[in-house]
Every structure is written in structure tokens, then in C-alpha cells.
């Protein structure tokens, strides 16, 4: 492996913004390169994942979460795919390989090597471990329980998680999959590239009218799975849409942490707790990957092969180069894109 550069950049908070970040929020700084301690590995990232919750990171954070709050002076960081440039003896990566991290927006990184995941080439492609298909399948089969058959509606149905849990409810066996989005153009890519039967346009865009409306319209005998990214009014007409026995994941809260006049922390909805009650809706928190330590986690064999012959795509986006990282994010919050966005260094 060629020496680092005598200087490496990183991106970092130059203020926190008062509504949503915006690419003057963010400066890139020039700085040696990381000096490795013990126990570390010295990467060099290729790739890393741009995210919305970075929002919410910005506005303060969420009690719990299991990432800190970003200042103004922080770097900041997310899952990452980098080449080992150096490791200490005897802890698995060794210099060439690739493994998953989670300190992106810098050229380099010194990470704890217990923080490092190898990437080996059970998925075709390793950007593949910068998208959430782990999220999707695991928010359907272990949250949900999607079932043959099942009327699926996800919520967010355009982004990382979402234009991977539209396409694997079908691969699961639903027989109708349902989306939402921000416009009619992204409407018509959901159906034509992602296989969503229909969907439905958030914020009553283009005069698509409420939600709940559309829903009724898109689902006449309701729905059984929600895979909800996004809350607010998408779950309340979803709850409103919902048959007996329904299955909810909550997996994010796009509409809370995304708003403007909101700090990103929260996720205020409004529902009638009636309908959860009388129609036994069971309604669950995604709390986050099974890691079983046992290995490779199931989803990977199976996604892996999905892709591989074609039944599964992987909608993504790559900016070329670090200094294309702000502007990415607010293409990102703008929903500017489909699937997931990555830079590319
Ligand atoms: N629980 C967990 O472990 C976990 C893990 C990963 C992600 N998440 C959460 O899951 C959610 C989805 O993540 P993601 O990576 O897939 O994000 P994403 O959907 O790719 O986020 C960007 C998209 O958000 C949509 N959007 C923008 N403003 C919005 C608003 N005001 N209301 C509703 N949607 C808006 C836009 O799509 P459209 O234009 O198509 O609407 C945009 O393209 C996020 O809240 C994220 O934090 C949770």
C-alpha cells in the first residue's frame, strides 16, 4: 500500500444551522493524516454513505441513539468502505483489504480494529454494505413477518431503506407493494424501476391531495405490512388503511427529522389509538441489526443472490470526491435522488 498523503482532507461542522443543513454549514479542512494507536487500522476510504440522519445528529441527538451529537469543529462521520493501509499484527485485516467502518467524510481514518467489519465479496459489489437491504430484510422478516400475499406499503418508498424494502416485500411474496414519495417523477421511477404496484405523493404534492386519500385509492382493502420511514401523516393514514391483524415497523421518522421548522429530534404523529386497539395492529420500533456473532448474518446469502441474478437492484447515486460531500447531503434532504448516495473518494 502506497504512504499517505503529507496532508488528507475531512469534512466538518463549521456551524450548526438553524433549520437544515445546508453545504455553508460544512467546511472542508486540510489536516496530516491520522497517526494510528494501539489497536488501530489505518484506512484509506473508497466510499461512504450520505444519510438524513445526520440531521438529527446536528440538531442535538436523540437520547439513546447510539451516536453522539455533532458540534461545530466535529468531523463528521457514518458507515464507510476503506482500504487497510496498515493494522496491528494478529487482529484480522491486513494491509489491501476492504472493511466497512463507520468513519466516513475523511479521506483517511485511524479505526479501533474491533470496529472494523471485513467486506468480502459475498454481495457483487461492496457499496452494496453502504445501502440498507440489511434494514429492509430484516425490518420484514423479523419485524413485520411479511407473509405471501400481503399488501405492503412503505413509507419513504424512494430512499436507502425504502427502494430496498419495496422490491424485497415482493422477493418475500407480497402480493401488493405500495410507496410513497415526494413527487410525481419519483412516483413513476417507483412503479417503473423498483416494481411498486402504485404510490402515493407525500405533502399532498402536485395536487395529489391527503394522503389518506391516496392510500384508500392505492389500497382498497387496506394494508398488512408498513414499513414506515417517514411518520407524521404517512403513519396516521397508514393506521387509518390498516386491516386487522396489521404488522408496523417503524424504521424512521423522514417527516420529523427532515422538517424545517422542527429540530430533527423528534417525530410528532397523531393517531387514533382505537384503531390500533380494535383492529389489533401490532406496531414495533426497529430497533436496530440481530448480530448473532456467529459470522456472515443470513441477509447477506440471500440478498447476495438476489442481486446477483438480477431480481434485485441496488438503486444508488455516487458523487465523485470529498469536496462533492455537502452538496450531496442537501441533494439527499431535498430528495433530489433515488435509493441510496454515496461519495466516492
Ligand atoms: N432504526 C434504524 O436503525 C435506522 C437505520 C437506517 C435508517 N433509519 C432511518 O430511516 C429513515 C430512512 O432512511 P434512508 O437512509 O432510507 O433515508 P432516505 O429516504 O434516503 O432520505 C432521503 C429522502 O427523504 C425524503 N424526504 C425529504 N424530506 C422529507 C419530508 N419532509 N418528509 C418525508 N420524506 C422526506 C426524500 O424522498 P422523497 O422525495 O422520495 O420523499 C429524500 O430523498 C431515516 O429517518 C433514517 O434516519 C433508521
Redesign the pocket.
Known amino acids: 500500500m502506497p504512504t499517505p498523503p503529507e496532508s488528507v482532507r475531512e469534512i466538518r461542522v463549521a456551524a450548526l444551522p438553524d433549520g437544515l443543513p445546508r453545504p455553508e454549514h460544512f467546511t472542508i479542512a486540510r489536516t496530516p493524516p491520522p497517526v494510528p494507536g494501539d489497536g488501530d487500522v489505518l484506512v484509506r476510504n473508497r466510499f461512504f454513505h450520505v444519510?438524513?440522519?445526520l440531521r438529527t445528529l446536528l440538531g442535538g441527538g436523540v437520547p439513546g441513539a447510539p451516536f453522539p451529537p455533532l458540534r461545530p469543529g466535529d468531523v463528521l462521520f457514518g458507515a464507510a468502505i476503506g482500504e487497510v493501509v496498515s493494522a496491528p499484527p494478529g487482529t484480522g485485516p491486513r494491509p489491501g483489504d476492504l472493511v466497512r467502518h463507520f468513519l466516513g467524510w475523511r479521506e483517511y481514518a485511524a479505526v479501533p480494529a474491533a470496529q472494523c467489519t471485513p467486506v468480502d465479496d459475498a454481495l457483487p459489489d461492496p457499496v452494496v454494505h453502504l445501502g440498507?437491504a440489511a434494514?429492509a430484510y430484516t425490518a420484514l422478516t423479523r419485524d413485520a413477518r411479511v407473509r405471501p400475499g400481503d399488501t405492503v406499503f412503505v413509507t419513504?418508498g424512494?430512499?436507502?431503506?425504502?427502494s430496498m424494502a419495496g422490491q424485497i416485500a415482493r422477493l418475500l411474496g407480497a402480493g401488493r407493494v405500495l410507496g410513497s414519495?415526494?413527487?410525481p417523477a419519483?412516483a413513476q421511477r417507483l412503479v417503473a424501476e423498483l416494481g411498486y404496484d402504485a404510490a402515493v405523493i407525500?405533502d399532498a404534492g402536485a395536487g395529489a391531495g391527503p394522503i389518506a386519500e391516496q392510500l384508500a385509492e392505492a389500497a382498497p382493502d387496506g394494508i398488512d405490512v408498513l414499513v414506515d420511514?417517514?411518520g407524521g401523516e404517512q403513519l396516521q393514514a397508514a393506521v387509518g388503511a390498516a386491516r386487522t391483524g396489521a404488522r408496523f415497523v417503524l424504521?424512521?421518522?423522514?417527516?420529523g427529522?427532515?422538517?424545517p421548522g422542527l429540530p430533527g429530534t423528534t417525530g410528532p404523529a397523531e393517531i387514533d389509538t382505537f384503531q390500533l386497539i380494535t383492529r389489533r395492529i401490532a406496531m414495533r420500533g426497529?430497533g436496530?441489526l440481530d448480530d448473532d456473532g456467529q459470522g456472515r448474518p443470513g441477509w447477506v446469502e440471500r440478498v447476495g443472490g438476489w442481486l446477483r441474478s438480477g431480481e434485485l437492484t441496488f438503486p444508488h447515486v455516487r458523487f465523485a470526491g470529498i469536496e462533492s460531500a455537502p452538496r450531496a447531503l442537501q441533494e439527499?434532504?431535498d430528495?433530489r435522488?433515488l435509493g441510496a448516495v454515496v461519495v466516492e473518494l
Open positions: 444519510f438524513p440522519a440498507s434494514i419513504g424512494a430512499g436507502g431503506v425504502g414519495t415526494g413527487s419519483k407525500r420511514n417517514v424504521v424512521g421518522t423522514l417527516a427529522q427532515l422538517a426497529f436496530g439527499v434532504i430528495g435522488h
